[in-house]
């Protein structure tokens, strides 16, 4: 998910969409499961961001950052159903 996720906005550090998009893949996804935030859907997912941003310092996010970082997730969790089982971690 990080390469999409990085390129959804120019400085993502900088962005409070970002920020708080990312806070709330995290908070769903602490497992490292994101097919739960998947589940969420757009709509609800860029709700979430909208109740997070007030702790990033801001009221208004950029939708095209949000739905970026949402689009990504869709990539990762497609990533780890193709290689499920494949990969037993280090020095396997």
């Not at 996804?29 to 941003?53: H, I, K, N, P, T």
């Not at 702790?55 to 193709?82: K, N, P, Q, Y």
């Amino acid at each position: 998910m990080w390469p999409a996720a990085l390129e959804a906005a120019k400085r993502p550090l900088e962005s409070a969409s970002w920020c708080a998009a990312i806070a709330v893949v995290l908070a769903r996804a602490g497992d490292g499961d994101l097919s739960g935030v998947r589940r969420m859907g757009q709509a609800r997912f860029v709700a979430a961001v909208g109740r997070e941003l007030p702790a990033w310092g801001s009221t208004r996010s950029c939708r095209r950052i949000v739905e970026a970082v949402f689009a990504a997730t869709d990539d990762a969790v497609g990533l780890v159903a193709h290689g499920a089982g494949r990969w037993n971690g280090p020095g396997s």
